[in-house]
């Protein structure tokens, strides 16, 4: 009991001092080694002539540039709509309940994902040697139409359909737990008020799922922006092969390099910025369901109670 | 509420009914009819299966075995030359458009606004023009007492506003029968009396209600009759003065002894 009572008074006097902080003595060596590693790394950016700063101006604006990251830019959202759309019908799929529809979206979903979009690239790239026509007919009896391969899946076609489909794999997850992420209470209502499947899925429950479906899909859009630059395989003129056709030309492949990723840099971070504010916009929840689907919304719909402060 | 002289026609019909899940049997023969115009309460203990026979009635459960018919039709399915035959979702839509419910849990639409909830389903479903159904959910509105919470989210609104849009939703589309599924178990004690006067004005108006409740004076004072379900049959049933006041059977004298 004495001991007790002489730790009591010993906490109750230590109540009325400061807080002693814990001491980081290190932190002062690991200033000191970034502080002179990054010294070293700014002067060789500026004295190091093999950077080419020179060329990295020169080239920054030329046309053969901004063409290629316009071409960027246009193959990043034909393949996230193409990804988008896909998707959703994959997640649909996969959520319909029929074993044999679930299973071909389970399998897709499997495939794409399964292997590299890069080899998914060449794939497409290299579709005639695999079929060197393409017809449309009745199998094992009349054709109808009759394609040279190569002239329906030119470069961009492949560059699209490689990109794209590989993205409806991704997204189709993201969708899927959207859509997993809404209340069934909120199919039950629209059902007993006469409402048909599609419907209840475009009207309530799609709409619903957005909060957790778009900011993941802001995530893969950043990402698909850089990935991209894949399909210079295909000799596509997006940012990246036009740098290389550029290097090619005068043997400045570093500057040049140099010059793309910046771009790439500017552009990743314009859409950070934007996705930031689409992530704070769709956190902001109005809905009390309870998130029943993937990691994803169950982790979405955590960080929503965290930022509502428990005030219901 | 039945008038006397008015002669009683069957709006819910229900002969041995069986649901299972599964392995288990949760109805195991449900024998019971709902005249037009009545009001009916169905007691039971937690887990004897009243949601599920609320739920089979508008066929968002299906039936083990049995038959059960609205209004004269077979739920989930129709007879052509003396056969059952399943219907297509359009059909199933079709008939439960006609019967209205109401959840425990509000399930009103988040992302919509009040007018907007009231008027999804008959814009939707009904095809109404968008001009009437508003005037029609504006009516109904006021008639719920929210006259003034048109362009609210639910979000926005206390648990008995939303379960009193929830009503005025299910109502916006006409239907013939109302199934309330426990509307005021979810509720503050203090808000249970607003839904509660809702659903007995709701029920002089002569509409077929057939309401899961445990409050047992909504029971004595609206409720045309009252059935006890236990064990996944009907244990007792009749008018309320009878089973509520002077039960027969020792189960539900258990209950109604708790309950109260
Ligand atoms: N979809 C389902 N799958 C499996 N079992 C179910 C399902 N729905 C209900 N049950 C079971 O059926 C039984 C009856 O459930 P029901 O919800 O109808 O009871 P209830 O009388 O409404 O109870 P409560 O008063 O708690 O709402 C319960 O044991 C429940 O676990
Ligand atoms: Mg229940």
């Keep these: 009991m004495t001991a007790t009572t002489a730790q009591d008074s010993r906490s109750l006097s230590a109540a009325d001092q400061p807080v002693v902080k814990t001491r980081h003595p290190w932190k002062w060596v690991g200033y000191v080694v970034i502080g002179v590693l990054g010294a070293m790394f700014v002067t060789s950016l500026v004295q190091n002539p093999n950077y080419g700063w020179d060329i990295v101006a020169e080239y920054f604006f030329s046309?053969?540039?901004?063409?290629?990251?316009?071409?960027?830019?246009?193959?990043?959202?034909?393949?996230?709509?193409?990804?988008?759309?896909?998707?959703?019908?994959?997640?649909?799929?996969?959520?319909?309940?029929?074993?044999?529809?679930?299973?071909?979206?389970?399998?897709?979903?499997?495939?794409?994902?399964?292997?590299?979009?890069?080899?998914?690239?060449?794939?497409?790239?290299?579709?005639?040697?695999?079929?060197?026509?393409?017809?449309?007919g009745v199998p094992f009896g009349p054709q109808f139409f009759s394609f040279e391969t190569n002239s329906l899946v030119t470069p961009v076609v492949a560059a699209i359909l490689g990109l794209g489909l590989n993205e409806a794999?991704?997204?189709?997850?993201?969708?899927?737990?959207?859509?997993?992420?809404?209340?069934?209470?909120?199919?039950?209502?629209?059902?007993?008020?006469?409402?048909?499947?599609?419907?209840?899925?475009?009207?309530?429950?799609?709409?619903?799922?957005?909060?957790?479906?778009?900011?993941p899909t802001a995530n893969n859009t950043i990402s698909m922006l850089k990935t991209t630059s894949l399909v210079s395989v295909l000799a596509f003129p997006e940012l990246l092969y036009a740098a290389q056709l550029i290097y090619s030309d005068n043997f400045r492949t570093i500057p040049l390099l140099i010059t793309a990723s910046l771009w790439y840099l500017i552009v990743t971070s314009i859409l950070t910025v934007a996705q930031y504010y689409i992530e704070k916009r769709f956190s902001r929840g109005t809905s009390r369901s309870t998130a029943s689907g993937g990691r994803l919304a169950r982790l979405l719909t955590m960080q929503r109670r965290a930022d509502l402060g428990g005030s219901r | 509420m039945t008038t006397v002289n008015e002669a009683k026609v069957p709006m819910v019909v229900a002969e041995n009914v069986h649901k299972s899940f599964g392995h288990i049997e949760v109805l195991k023969g449900i024998d019971l009819t709902v005249s037009k115009g009545e009001v009916m309460t169905l007691l039971g203990p937690s887990g004897s299966g009243k949601s599920t026979f609320l739920r089979l009635i508008n066929h968002l459960e299906t039936m083990t075995s049995g038959r059960l018919a609205v209004d004269g039709k077979y739920v989930g399915y129709k007879?052509?030359?003396?056969?059952?035959?399943?219907?297509?979702?359009?059909?199933?839509?079709?008939?439960?458009?006609?019967?209205?419910?109401?959840?425990?849990?509000?399930?009103?639409?988040?992302?919509?606004?009040?007018?907007?909830?009231?008027?999804?389903?008959?814009?939707?479903?009904k095809r109404e023009k968008r001009t009437v159904a508003r005037?029609?959910?504006?009516?109904?509105?006021?008639?719920?007492?929210?006259q003034d919470k048109t362009h609210a989210y639910p979000a926005q609104l206390s648990g008995g506003q939303q379960q009193r849009v929830a009503i005025a939703r299910a109502l916006a589309m006409e239907p013939k029968l109302m199934l309330f599924d426990e509307p005021t178990s979810a509720l503050d004690p203090e808000l249970v009396g607003e839904v509660l006067d809702v659903m007995k004005d709701l029920a002089s108006t002569g509409i077929t209600m057939i309401v899961v409740t445990h409050e047992m004076g909504f029971a004595k004072e609206v409720a045309d009759s009252v059935v006890f379900i236990d064990g996944g049959v009907v244990v007792e049933a009749g008018p309320p003065e009878q089973v509520l006041v002077n039960p027969q059977h020792p189960r539900t004298q258990g209950f109604i002894s708790k309950v109260l």
Excluded: C
């Design chain 1, 63 to 136: 046309t053969r540039i901004l063409d290629g990251l316009l071409k960027t830019l246009q193959l990043t959202v034909i393949a996230m709509v193409l990804g988008v759309v896909l998707g959703v019908v994959l997640a649909i799929m996969r959520l319909s309940g029929f074993p044999v529809i679930a299973g071909v979206a389970w399998l897709y979903i499997w495939f794409f994902r399964g292997t590299p979009v890069f080899v998914q690239l060449l794939f497409w790239g290299y579709i005639s040697a695999l079929y060197p026509t393409l017809s449309l």
């Design chain 1, 169 to 215: 794999a991704y997204m189709a997850e993201i969708v899927r737990a959207g859509i997993l992420s809404v209340d069934s209470g909120q199919t039950e209502a629209s059902q007993a008020l006469g409402m048909r499947q599609g419907r209840i899925l475009r009207r309530i429950v799609l709409p619903q799922a957005m909060r957790v479906i778009i900011p």
């Design chain 2, 79 to 125: 007879e052509i030359n003396g056969r059952l035959h399943e219907l297509r979702e359009r059909e199933v839509a079709e008939r439960r458009s006609e019967i209205g419910m109401v959840f425990q849990r509000f399930n009103l639409f988040p992302h919509m606004n009040v007018v907007e909830n009231v008027i999804e389903a008959p814009v939707g479903v």
């Design chain 2, 135 to 146: 005037d029609r959910a504006m009516t109904l509105l006021e008639r719920v007492g929210l």
